[in-house]
């Protein structure tokens, strides 16, 4: 991350529809993750915890998100599928934005996935369900709405350290 | 659990996000009227002068695509108007002025008279015809 504000998104910026597109898969993944987890009872050891089909689901799912954050969104499958299927069927976009907002947000993501995968080992109950469901409502309110759960983090975290600064 | 309790559980949490995000995009770019007297600083934010009229005085961070629709917005009003300057301040960089305005989420907007007192305020990406109404209000007044 650099604090360099100057806008050089217009030659490098992405179409603003593939990280929605992208969210809306994301969104329908992790609901089948949480209807999964919900069928299935906690196994008694980590071994077959990690086997259960909602676990095996929500790792593929953050692993997808890992692959955002740390490649980018450009290199993303989904980025990919919205070039190669999508975009060209679809108007010229009307701006193109800055990629670091989505590839922050899939950063978040990630980060909600892995918590919930290692709770999911150590035997929390729910802990799928829940960090699944919290995934969910940030990609579907990101897919229909627009909302970017990853900016707001952003902004606490500014905040925080700001406290901090002040306090020094 | 049986099929129909995860159905319903499935239903519920869609329902949840559909209502969180209707509650949050009928927030977005509504206008908050100020009712403060003090007058802020011009250089206490970095910025040489006030507009003589009204400045947009917006707060942005790096990782937001609403900031920069924002900024072209209020950008081409301060060009197309008299007296109107927009200033664009990255939280990222200064962090501090994020609490010291309460700052919840990005972009943030306020409109600030010709002696540098906060008027109004708007959370979320600034639309077009409601900045300029506020604008038509201000600069009347002003």
């Known amino acids: 991350m650099t604090n360099d504000p100057s806008p050089r998104l217009l030659e490098a910026g992405i179409d603003p529809r593939s990280p929605r597109f992208g969210a809306a898969i994301t969104a329908a993944l992790l609901l089948l993750v949480v209807g999964v987890s919900l069928t299935y009872a906690l196994g008694v050891s980590p071994a077959r915890r990690a086997i259960e089909p909602g676990f095996i689901l929500f790792a593929i799912v953050t692993a997808l998100f890992g692959w955002g954050a740390f490649a980018g969104v450009r290199r993303h499958p989904y980025g990919l599928l919205f070039t190669t299927l999508l975009r060209p069927r679809l108007s010229p976009p009307t701006h193109r934005e800055d990629p670091k907002p989505p590839t922050f947000a899939q950063g978040v993501g990630f980060a909600i996935g892995l918590s919930g995968l290692v709770l999911h080992l150590a035997g929390l109950p729910y802990a799928l369900v829940v960090a699944a469901s919290l995934a969910f409502i940030a990609a579907f309110l990101n897919a229909v709405f627009g909302f970017c759960l990853g900016c707001h983090i952003y902004l606490l975290r500014a905040r925080a350290r700001g406290a901090r600064g002040a306090a020094a | ?142």
């Open chain 2, 1 to 142: 659990m049986n099929f129909i309790l995860v159905t319903v559980t499935l239903l519920g949490l869609t329902a949840l996000a559909t209502a969180v995000g209707v509650v949050w995009r009928r927030s977005q770019g509504r206008v908050r009227v100020a009712h403060t007297e003090t007058a802020l600083s011009a250089q206490d934010l970095g910025v040489t002068a006030w507009g003589a009229g009204v400045t947009l005085l917006q707060f942005s961070t790096e990782f937001c695509s609403p900031c920069r629709m924002t900024h072209s917005v209020l950008d081409e009003l301060a060009r197309q108007r008299d007296g109107v300057t927009h200033v664009d301040i990255d939280l990222g960089l200064r962090p501090e002025l994020a609490r010291r305005f309460g700052i919840m989420q990005t972009p943030t907007t306020l409109i600030l008279d010709g002696g540098g007192v906060v008027r109004s305020r708007i959370g979320g990406a600034a639309r077009r015809d409601v900045v300029s109404s506020e604008l038509d209000r201000l600069l009347v007044v002003a």
